[in-house]
């Protein structure tokens, strides 16, 4: 089945520690993104990627990084400079001028 | 830049009750506008799009919803609500017309009551 996988389900960070969320798609999709869901204020924008070896920052990049170095995979690193990482991450991707398709996301929790 | 206005975080009506959920966008060029639904712990469901066809835009599990550029709105309708449809609806804009930079409401937690 064709689809975006996104590992761990869950994740439990302890401070001042690096996570690298997974995010693994075999839709052939060109564009990837990371975005962040906290309770009451939507879906925000970290980064997203067009094109293979190149990504922008969306609009809450700080404390994140991304790396694209195949079609299929576009891995989220949480940085200790991240302040607030605990929240719901959820990973999309689609074709150029389409919908997105998204993940089933990975909660992240730092204890 | 664009934007996503839904009013009401929260929404409750009986089953079989007409479902409306509100969304306004602000766009600088003519918007591609999304609404997607999410149940708890999973991702985002693509309920239905409006890429300047039809303003009238018709979606799974009968939802719907109008394109009205006068009132910039994107409402979201369905005629008789079902327990299966209690979630969270999000509504999304993009000026490039797809997944790129998709910007999202608040959402919108739909509660349906016997």
Not at chain 2, 22 to 32: A, E, T, W
């Amino acid at each position: 089945d064709g689809g975006i996988t996104q590992s761990p389900k869950y994740l439990f960070r302890k401070e001042g520690q690096n996570v690298t969320l997974s995010c693994e798609q075999n839709l052939n999709h060109d564009a990837m993104y990371w975005y962040r869901q906290d309770p009451g204020q939507g879906l925000r924008l970290i980064y997203y990627s067009q094109i293979v070896n190149d990504f922008q920052k969306g609009d809450i990049a700080e404390g994140y990084s991304v790396s694209r170095e195949k079609k299929e995979s576009f891995p989220l690193t949480v940085t200790s400079a991240q302040k607030n990482p605990t929240a719901f991450y959820l990973c999309a991707s689609s074709r150029v001028n389409t919908e997105a398709f998204f993940g089933q996301g990975t909660r992240l929790t730092v204890v | 830049a664009q934007s996503v206005t839904q009013l009401g975080s929260h929404v409750s009506v009986s089953e079989g009750a007409l479902v409306l959920l509100r969304c306004n966008y602000s766009s600088s060029v003519p918007p591609y506008l999304f609404w997607y639904v999410q149940y708890p712990n999973q991702g985002l469901q693509l309920l239905l799009k409006y890429t300047s066809a039809a303003t009238l835009v018709k979606g799974i599990n009968d939802f719907e919803a109008e394109f009205k550029k006068s009132e910039t709105s994107f409402h979201l309708t369905k005629p008789s609500a079902h327990m299966s449809d209690a979630a969270e609806y999000f509504c999304a804009v993009s000026e490039t017309g797809g997944g790129n930079k998709l910007t999202f409401g608040t959402g919108t937690q739909l509660k349906v009551e016997l």
